[in-house]
């Protein structure tokens, strides 16, 4: 599947050696790489299902070798292994990485590819790199760091050895016991400052939501500490259980520091996708931003553009920061559909740090999200994932999301599938969109830092060089239809339900 709309293209990833749709499989849930030396090198992980009859899914990856216009995909990291909430990452060499839950344990392990993709070998034994439910990584790319190459990752809860947070001072091959994060922050992301700080942004499932740094994570020399913790408003609370993605999340927490050397450098950037105060349906794509590393962080500011309408659904909102300073956002939005569940992709971008945005632009064709989920076996897996991903370079992004635009005749609905897509706010036949008002920054509270335990010896990896990254444009977005009316969508369950948890 090849889906043109307007000047933007999709591209289907897992497809078949000759290219093709594999019919009645199902692929959801995608996490994008570049090669900051390579921008033609790009790998996608996702969880893929061989068959739609069965919740058995296993860790499917693809990578392109031409930017995306043609995509390889080789089959999974263990063939007839359980495993689930793919996350990839790069460093700054260009080397690949891929975590991986196993699910029956809840244990991860780290992946690292050399080619661009092409090939993986698993780091760590297997559960090696503990972990846990909707865990997510991070890795040090600045050179001058102290903390240069090392991988951080937090999850939620519990996990398969206890704590919500661990490190790895050699590129993934061991990573330290786990250890608690102040609040247990959930169903987040975490990023690393130019000065080699830590930055953790999660919740508490609802309308609390925290950016958590420690400043010595960077020192191998001693178990990390959170040194500080600061309240962010997000405007909203999280929704589990949407009636566009009744199984999952309609979107997770996002956070993204500015590495550019600017003005902007070191800024700290949240996303999240909220059900705003006061509503009961429906959701927004909300961002907030810190210009004094984390300290204070600005009032939330609606970055979906549509006249405001608390029962439509702007979800999966994820963001990234381009080397430039520029940052990108896209998510899935209802806004055009009668139904209030057809979806399409959007696409917004800031650079003046998030202060004022652009009009946002449809980058995709309109989809079903409630069709192809696998084995229909509701609640645990009757949805599409629980996040998209975005990378981003001066010229635009890249960008790897689940649609399901392929139809399955013999099952009489569309399949899940992975698709990648190119966003830019430069060149094509429209002009560069004009930014936008937001709202007048407000500093927020900053809690007391919270000290953990004692010091441990870790190694240090050896220092390696950074490249300059390639820019690969692409068309100018269009300007967005407007918002069509729609019946009132199924209420979900409030407050959320406490499920085992649902990787």
């Known amino acids: 599947m090849i889906s043109p709309y307007r000047t933007f293209t999709s591209f289907q990833v897992n497809v078949d050696a000759q290219g093709n749709n594999i019919v009645g499989d199902a692929a959801n849930e995608p996490t994008i790489s570049v090669d900051p030396t390579d921008g033609n090198k790009i790998a996608i ?11 058995f899914r296993q860790a499917g990856y693809g990578y392109t ?25 790069s460093d700054d ?35 090696g790199a503990h972990s846990g439910d909707k865990e997510w990584f991070t890795v040090d790319r600045t050179p001058t760091s102290m903390g240069h190459g090392f991988q951080y990752q937090f999850w939620t809860g519990g996990g398969c050895s206890g704590g919500e947070f661990s490190r790895s001072t050699d590129g993934g091959a061991t990573w330290m016991s786990p250890i608690n994060i102040p609040n247990g922050p959930v169903w987040g992301t975490l990023d690393v400052a130019s000065n080699g700080n830590l930055f953790i942004g999660g919740g508490d499932e609802g309308s609390s939501f925290w950016c958590i740094r420690s400043s010595n ?16 408003n997000m405007g909203g609370s999280l929704v589990y259980g949407g009636a566009v993605n009744p199984g999952g999340l309609a979107g997770q927490i996002f956070l993204a520091v500015d590495r550019s050397g600017g003005p902007t450098n070191n ?12 509503a009961t349906n429906g959701t927004d794509v909300m961002f907030a931003r810190s210009t004094d590393g984390g300290l204070t962080f600005s009032a939330p500011h609606r970055i979906n553009d549509d006249p405001i309408n608390h029962n439509k659904w ?55 999200p409630l069709e192809g989920w696998p084995s229909q076996n509701c609640p645990i897996q009757c949805k599409i994932g629980d996040y998209i991903t975005i990378v981003s370079d001066n010229t635009g992004g890249d960008v790897a999301y689940a649609a399901t635009f392929n139809f399955n005749p013999s099952r ?26 937001s709202p007048t920054p407000t500093p927020t509270a900053t809690a007391t830092p919270t000290a953990t335990a004692t010091a441990t010896a870790t190694a240090t990896p050896t220092a390696t060089a950074t490249a300059t990254p390639t820019a690969t444009p692409t068309g100018t977005p269009t300007p967005t239809p407007t918002s069509t009316p729609r019946p009132t969508p199924t209420p979900r369950p409030r407050p959320r339900p406490t499920p085992p948890p649902r990787p």
């Open 45 to 55: 992980g996702w969880r893929q299902f061989d068959t739609w009859m069965s919740d």
């Open 217 to 232: 994570a960077q020192n191998p020399n001693v178990t990390p500490t959170f040194d500080q913790v600061t309240t962010v």
């Open 65 to 89: 070798t031409d930017a995306g216009t043609t995509w390889h995909f080789p089959g999974v990291l263990q063939n007839g292994v359980f495993r689930s909430d793919p996350v990839t990452n």
């Open 412 to 437: 009489g609905q569309h399949e899940q599938d992975v698709y990648y897509v190119r966003v830019s706010p430069s060149g094509g036949p429209t002009p560069t969109p004009t930014a936008t008002a």
């Open 267 to 278: 800024n700290i950037y949240m996303v999240a996708t909220v059900e705003p105060f006061g």
């Open 314 to 368: 702007h979800w999966f909102g994820t963001v990234g920061v381009a080397p430039n300073g520029r940052i990108d956002s896209v998510w899935l939005d209802t806004r055009n559909a009668a139904n209030n569940t057809d979806s399409q992709l959007f696409f917004s971008f800031s650079t003046d740090g998030g202060v004022t945005w652009s009009p946002n632009v449809a980058v995709s064709n309109s989809f079903n």
């Open 93 to 127: 060499t260009g080397n690949f990485f891929y975590l991986s839950l196993l699910v029956n344990t809840f244990c991860g392990d780290i992946w690292r590819s050399t080619n661009g993709g092409q090939t993986w070998t698993e780091r760590s034994p297997d559960g």
